[in-house]
């Protein structure tokens, strides 16, 4: 069996409990064993774990580093057949996904090349349908593949930050991600997880923490083998409080940070919150963005996961006491509260803290937002000033939010008046909708688009133009003003040999790249022929490789480049080359 090495990365004295109830096994979710067969041969680590939260989602398999080199093989981790294949320039990248006989589907993404087999598939359907990106069911049975076969090699396409294997196990009905470490598999882990603070916060409107109507940070140490608020600080309470935890595990010698599996609230030693990184659907993974602190997470990076639930929150990870984890607290009453953070291989960190009840302070909440409009986060919600509105469906929020909304003079960024449409720290589930009325001297202009200002500079954020209007959809709330767009993108030969003769080139390279929209589509042609380019969206590269472009050697050879941008402005490059 393949042994994933993962080293140890502390020196001092570990706190590393094994509970059944906290430790992931192939019994949590009544799963089958499954040894199956390790997808990679070399030495790897561990660099992203089942459920890390990544922005606006959770990471759905599991990342294993291939020594930051592309170009290993990838072999199937059963018997099966090809169920889909995709290929994007962004995302998944390159992705296999083989459904096994047992009702499970594992995937491999962002490989650099296909095995032959699936590659020359891939090839044909890609020059059939015209376009590098694909995404391609198949039926059962009609790419058959075997346990230890090979189906890749390791890549750094898509979406990918460096190269690696994404792997996943998903349950083939509902495509479902679940949790790899639900089955055996040949990793070492003895390092428990790191506790790095927790967040105290008020939650209704009487609520107070040392006085103060606002959340507290409070950073842990450790020491006596175990974790401890530093400086041991008196917490006074009152009201509703919630409290929220900072954590991360590490695996691997690359000190990567990683996911945890399990969060394990107590107060006065009764359970009170569980969250358990089992699985999620697709569709659910965007309740990350109320699963943790989002505002403090934007102000400050550092992730705070809360240990209560908001309202509207439909993650199905938690367990919790019907206040959905909340805690009211009584004057004179004291509150013992511990946490036991797990990883999948049953290492346990625990923090212990006290908080007091006190009698709430009048004077402390006293103008803490109370004038401000809430907006219910279950209802639909409609705004309209000066015929710029919002248009949010329901259930767009987690929990009830301040119902912000101003008409900003414009500063020279971006054309006209600028619409703020929440604060910027609002996490909003759901697309809604910005209109913004089109000045009439703006009507009718090449290249008018939707964009949004943050922090001084403009974005592209679409847009089409319906009634006089730039009506814009989009999930992120902020600033949003007219743009215009007339710069077309750039087109340039890359490592181009002397003599423009590629004889010896493994492939034509060339560089694309947009100012403000980005790039929207390409074509690349060789003596009026559509020919495959892969597109790297990380180096603004198109990728002609010789293996897969269908030229005649020996005759001369014309590459003409057609792109354009999200708004409508076109490029073109045509050369001339040699390919004996």
Not at 126 to 145: H, M, R
Not at 280 to 300: C, G, L, Q
Not at 497 to 524: H, L, Q, R, V
Request: glycine content about 10%; some cysteine.
């Amino acid at each position: 069996m393949h042994t994933i090495l993962i080293r140890c990365l502390s020196p001092r004295v570990i706190l590393a409990i094994t509970f059944l109830s906290l430790t992931l096994n192939a019994s949590t979710g009544n799963y089958p064993q499954w040894n199956f067969h390790f997808p990679l041969s070399n030495p790897t680590t561990i660099s992203g774990s089942f459920g890390e939260i990544r922005t606006g989602h959770f990471h759905a398999g599991i990342d294993f580093t291939t020594d930051q080199r592309t170009g290993f093989p990838i072999t199937a981790i059963d018997d099966g057949y090809v169920i889909r294949i995709a290929v994007s320039p962004t995302g998944y990248g390159k992705a296999v996904y083989i459904a096994h006989p047992n009702g499970y589907t594992s995937v491999y993404a962002h490989c650099e090349w296909f095995s032959d087999k699936i590659d020359a598939i891939v090839t044909e359907l890609q020059y059939q349908k015209k376009s590098f990106a694909l995404d391609v069911n198949f039926q059962p049975g009609e790419i058959p593949v075997k346990r230890g076969e090979l189906i890749a090699l390791s890549g750094n396409s898509g979406g990918s930050g460096g190269p690696h294997l994404h792997f996943e196990v998903r349950e083939t009905d509902g495509e479902r991600p679940i949790n790899p470490h639900f089955f055996e598999m040949p990793v070492t882990d003895e390092t428990p997880p790191v506790i790095e603070a927790i967040r105290i916060y008020p939650l209704d409107e009487g609520s107070t923490i040392n006085g103060s109507s606002q959340p507290l940070y409070i950073p842990a140490v450790f020491h006596d083998g175990r974790y401890h608020l530093k400086g041991n600080p008196d917490i006074m309470v009152s009201g509703t409080i919630g409290v929220g935890v900072q954590t991360i595990d590490y695996a691997g010698e690359n000190w990567r940070r990683n996911g945890i599996y399990t969060i394990k609230l107590m107060v006065n030693s009764s359970q009170w919150f569980m969250s358990s990184m089992d699985g999620f659907h697709f569709h659910e993974t965007r309740y990350v963005n109320s699963h943790i602190d989002y505002a403090f997470r934007k102000s400050t990076g550092k992730t705070i996961q809360k240990s209560f639930v908001d309202e509207n929150n439909r993650l199905p990870i938690y367990t919790t006491t019907p206040e959905r984890g909340r805690i009211q607290t009584q004057p004179g009453k004291s509150y013992d509260l511990e946490y036991d953070i797990a990883d999948p291989y049953g290492n346990i960190s625990r923090l212990s803290f006290k908080m007091k009840g006190i009698e709430a302070d009048p004077e402390a909440t006293k103008g803490a937002e109370q004038h401000l409009l809430y907006i219910d986060p279950f209802n639909p919600y409609f705004i309209s000033m000066d015929n710029f509105k919002a248009r949010f469906p329901a259930n767009s929020f987690y929990t009830k939010v301040p119902a912000v909304f101003e008409l900003i003079p414009g500063n020279g960024i971006g054309i006209g008046t600028y619409f703020k449409v929440l604060s910027e720290d609002v996490p909003v589930h759901n697309y809604f909708d910005i209109t913004i009325p089109i000045p009439d001297e703006y009507k009718g202009v090449k290249g008018l688009t939707g964009a949004s200002i943050s922090k001084g500079k403009l974005s592209y954020a679409g847009g089409k133009v319906e009634d006089g209007n730039m009506k814009i959809r989009t999930r992120e709330a902020g600033i949003y003003c007219l743009a215009i767009d007339t710069v077309p993108p750039t087109i340039k030969l890359v490592g181009a040999p002397a003599g423009m003769d590629y004889s010896n080139n493994e492939k034509i390279s060339i560089e694309i790249k947009d100012d403000f929209s980005g790039i929207d589509s390409y074509n690349c042609y060789i003596n009026g022929e559509w020919m495959l380019f892969d597109y790297d969206l990380k180096s603004n590269r198109l990728n002609g490789f010789f293996r897969n472009l269908r030229i005649k050697p020996g005759v001369p050879q014309v590459l003409e480049v057609q792109i354009s941008d999200k708004v409508g402005n076109k490029s073109s490059l045509t050369v001339e080359f040699k390919y004996k």
